[in-house]
């Protein structure tokens, strides 16, 4: 993921593949939650309903609309991520591995408020994280296939309990990718330089210590290698 650029101290941290699929994704699960907020409303599965203000579509129909339009722009920019993530090792090489031991120290750092986050690089909790949301995001898509087609996706509304066993796992699923959100907004919140990098791609690291200064910092890994080219 980071890569020293040539210029200065600055550090390429996100590739142009990682930041547009991530920003288009963005934009396609805003609308597919709100939209299906608003087709849950129409067939509650729980005793209530989400506020119409905050759902989209105006009415059932209309969210429908909304709600299959988006899934396209989800799954078709998810393929292009998955595909270019694999292909390039972004996620060999950025979000793997994750150890037990590593988690551990990770989580005891977070639970004490001593966890640190170095640009370029994700912690145990970021990477757990993130893999878990790309797999929640594929429940939903599975799962939305089985509520939409569930004659044609037989195998898929089988294997979730059938049509209304599906529509738990879709109200699950999307509820915790809101949970995730939430979480990784004020993550983004708490180290705001992120947003900066996940938008531009780059970020500013501190100058390198002086050799031989006691000023040295602690348990950071080797620089990374210097690169002029645009990675995928
Ligand atoms: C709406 C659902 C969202 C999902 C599913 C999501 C998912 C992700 C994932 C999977 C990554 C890692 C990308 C990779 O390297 O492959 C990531 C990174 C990041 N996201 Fe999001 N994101 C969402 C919304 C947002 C929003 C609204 C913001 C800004 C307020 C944001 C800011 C960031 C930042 C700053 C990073 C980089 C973190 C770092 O460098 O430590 N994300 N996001």
Redesign the pocket.
Known sequence: ?ARMVADQNLLR??SLL?RVT?WI??LA??MMVTSGWRIYNASPIFNFRFPAGITLGGWLAGALQWHFAAMWLLALNGLVYLLG?FVSG?FRR??LPVTRAALADDLKDALTFHLR?Q?GV?NSL?RVA?LG??AD?CVLVLSGLAIWKPVQFQEIAWLLGGYEGARIVHFVAMSL?VA??AM??LM?LLVPR??L??ITGRARVPPAPVPGSPLQPRNLPAPPPTESGDAL
């Open positions: 993921m941290v996100h990682v991530h994704n963005v699960i805003l993530g972004h950025d979000l986050h640009v994700y970021q993130y949301v790309v995001l990718l995730f959100v990784h907004v983004v992120t947003l990098a996940i």
